[in-house]
């Protein structure tokens, strides 16, 4: 262990003295480069010099090379090995941070986790957010003005005419006269007395910071409906593609038979041909269902706030759950629970009574306001045309005072402001009352809608039975030569209308349940 210290300090002590050596060497060589050395001496001197200097510099260096690379080596694991861990952090959280909004579309996503990504990365929910805290700097600008104000000035005045450098403050006291003077002073200043404007607008401001919250509310709130009601769109569009794939593969089945049936002369050309053109109808359904259901994925990922990507969103869910238990479908009791929930009807209640906090705000200008001012600061006078004995070209000034203000007379501007902001009173009142009519609309609309969705999906469900034993049954008798295509073709077809409707049904009801918690107020 000994030893190996001693190497390293042998080691050390001879590149510090490399070092210097070669840096003596390039000292010598500009120097000599400088000197002024008669022309007919010039190149062989010169030449020499420089290749002697030239040759030692090299040598010295690439022992100092040598004697580095020695030091060096021992730590190179070392360094190596940090340099590769701090590269991979690096380029690991520059990875985290660029694609913090792009979702793994790996996995299957429930409705709740939708909702959970939507939250955090829906750009709405960002300006709503930012929104409140403008709000909040502006309550803080505001309060501000409450409190003593302090600001300093400078400045060079230049006069055309002779001035007094201070007024007089006594009997025969010396002056001293200047048509230049530079100054400085600090202010202070404060409201005692307004009427209640900064009070007001302040409040103001705190009733508009709320209903902006309210906003964020039922902005959230109604991201969750439209989340939900492409989710079960979603759903159901893949069903009916499921349905219409069933259909497809029934008829190809049919066909083959019907083929066969025909090679053994039991079934007409024409048959064949009309499961084709079938066949055909089905396939452009399939087209435009999948098309549609590629529409709602992209309509889903921009709800997400995420970015585009080659991949959708894998769905997974059931819309043949229906939970009847925790629907009330009374119209009193789901009334008076909107009134109470509903973010935009507070936010309207809000901003009306930030608009009144507003206009007490303007009227009280008709009060006198009372501020406080006082100031202290040196004044200087660089040149003087006349000066007395005894005076002084540098002195201190400091004033305090009390200022009423009040308007008398400004041709009806703050009376035409009043009336202004009286409107916009009148406005934001009827606004809360059209929200009143709005909830009475959505809530009763909502609860209808449930109840005919409930009745139809009761009825289809039975329909789908009825459809699939008539299609079994003109399956039967076609290959038994005692039915037609036709028969079979519109048995299909009525299966197929019927599961249609069925899984409208289903996602309509959902959309309905969705519909009514977002008229109530439901939860974030």
Request: glycine fraction near 4%; proline fraction near 2%.
């Amino acid at each position: 262990m000994k030893n190996l210290e001693k190497r390293n300090i042998i080691l050390k002590t001879n590149y510090l003295y490399l070092l210097k050596k070669l840096l003596f060497c390039h000292a010598e060589f500009i120097s000599a480069s400088k000197i002024k050395i008669p022309k007919q001496v010039a190149n062989d001197s010169v030449t020499n010099v420089s290749f002697r200097l030239k040759g030692e510099i090299l040598s010295v260096a690439r022992s100092l090379t040598c004697v580095r690379d020695d030091i060096l080596k021992r730590y190179n694991y070392f360094i190596v090995s940090i340099l590769i861990i701090s590269i991979i952090i690096f380029n690991f959280c520059n990875k985290s941070s660029a694609d913090s909004n792009i979702l793994n579309l790996a996995e299957s996503l429930t409705l709740e986790q939708c909702i959970d990504i939507a939250l955090m990365n829906n750009p709405d929910i960002k300006i709503n957010e930012q929104m409140i805290k403008e709000y909040t700097a502006k309550k803080d600008m505001v309060s501000g003005t409450l409190f003593p104000n302090i600001k300093g000035t400078a400045g060079y005045t230049h006069y055309l005419d002779n001035q007094r450098f201070i007024p007089v403050r006594s009997l025969n006291e010396p002056g001293l006269f200047t048509n230049d003077m530079v100054s400085g002073e600090f202010i202070i200043q404060m409201p005692i007395f307004d009427g209640g404007k900064i009070i007001n607008e302040i409040k103001s401001i705190e009733l508009l910071q709320q209903a902006q919250e309210h906003l964020l509310s039922q902005t959230k709130k109604q991201l969750i409906f439209n989340i939900s009601s492409v989710y079960y769109s979603i759903l159901k569009q893949q069903m009916l593609i499921e349905s219409l794939d069933f259909s497809y593969s029934n008829l190809k089945e049919h066909l083959k038979k019907t083929i066969a049936l025909k090679e053994a002369k039991k079934a007409a050309k024409v048959d064949i041909l009309r499961i084709e053109v079938r066949l055909s109808d089905i396939e452009h359904k399939l087209l435009k269902e999948k098309n549609e259901i590629i529409i709602k994925q992209i309509f889903l990922i921009n709800l997400l706030g995420i970015k585009q990507t080659d991949s959708f969103i894998k769905l997974k869910g059931n819309l043949q759950e229906i939970n009847l238990e925790n629907i009330n479908t009374d119209i009193e009791q789901n009334l008076n629970k909107a009134y109470k929930n509903r973010s935009d009807y507070k936010q309207a209640i809000k901003e009306v009574q930030a608009q009144e906090k507003k206009l007490e705000s303007i009227k009280s200008v008709y009060i006198p306001d009372i501020i406080l001012q006082g100031s202290y600061g040196l004044k200087w006078a660089p040149t003087s045309t006349e000066q007395q004995t005894g005076a002084s070209n540098l002195d201190d000034a400091g004033k305090i005072a009390v200022f009423l203000t009040m308007p008398i007379f400004d041709w009806n501007v703050i009376g035409s402001q009043i009336k202004q902001e009286e409107y916009k009173l009148n406005v934001k009142q009827e606004i809360v009352r059209k929200i009143e009519l709005k909830i009475n609309l959505e809530v009763e609309t909502a609860i209808l809608n449930i109840k005919s969705n409930l009745s139809q999906i009761k009825a289809l469900e039975k329909s789908i039975e009825q459809a699939k034993e008539s299609l079994n049954i003109e399956q039967n008798k076609y290959e038994l030569a005692k039915g037609t295509i036709i028969d079979v073709l519109d048995a299909q077809a009525e299966l197929l209308n019927a599961q249609t409707n069925y899984y409208n049904s289903l996602a309509n009801y959902k959309i309905s349940v969705a519909q009514l918690n977002l008229s109530c107020g439901g939860e974030e």
